[in-house]
């Protein structure tokens, strides 16, 4: 499995299939889900399912969301990373989305704000992109204050799957500024 990067107390790499466990763990968790449509996993074989899905996104987009694991107990506590959007939201297609998720034991760390951060970095320092994008849910306090934390800047409202949500955006440039 290949590592991307390393934080002081974190390894974003590869999702691999023996995640299952943990990504069944986040993903059934309907707090987790609260703000992504309420539609948490049933079972491992869906989990799997989305390990495959990402999997896939790394052959297609070479790129794709990562396993975020404490580097202090070697767990795996989530995901980050980007992800190309292929089909048109908000009147953007093709463009780079940051995301994370973590197990919920886990929230309230830092580790998301950590690994956001780090994703950017390597976005901009190792992908040359020249801009990253980010969507939250309105209603969503944590989420929307991690991204303005780390330097991404609201744009507007728009409303995904009718929910309201809140559009970030960060050049490679402002990146720069901001670090």
């Known amino acids: 499995m290949k590592t991307y990067l390393e934080t002081d ?4 790499r590869e999702i691999v299939s023996e995640d299952v466990d943990g990504m069944f763990e986040l993903d059934s968790d309907h707090e ?5 449509g309420n539609n948490p996993v ?8 989305n390990i495959d899905f ?10 794709g969301r990562w396993a975020v694991v404490e580097r202090s107990s070697n767990q795996f506590i989530g995901w980050a990373g980007l992800k190309l959007i292929k089909e048109t939201i908000n009147n953007h297609i093709d463009y780079y989305d940051l995301g994370y998720r973590l197990i919920k034991k886990f ?3 830092g580790y998301a704000t950590e690994a956001a951060k780090a994703t950017l970095s390597y976005g901009f ?7 990253i994008f980010a969507i939250a849910d309105c209603n969503n306090t944590g989420s929307n204050k991690i991204l303005t934390k780390i330097g991404l800047k609201y744009e507007e409202v728009f409303f995904l799957n009718g929910i309201k949500c809140n559009w970030y955006r960060i050049g490679s440039e402002e990146f720069k500024e901001y670090t």
């Open 54 to 63: 990402i999997r896939q996104q790394y052959i297609e987009n070479k790129i």
């Open 125 to 131: 320092d190792k992908l040359n992109l020249p801009e």
């Open 42 to 49: 049933k079972n491992k074989e869906e989990a799997r399912k």
């Open 107 to 109: 929230w309230g760390r």
């Open 32 to 36: 987790v889900h609260k703000y992504l």
């Open 9 to 12: 107390r974190l390894i974003l």
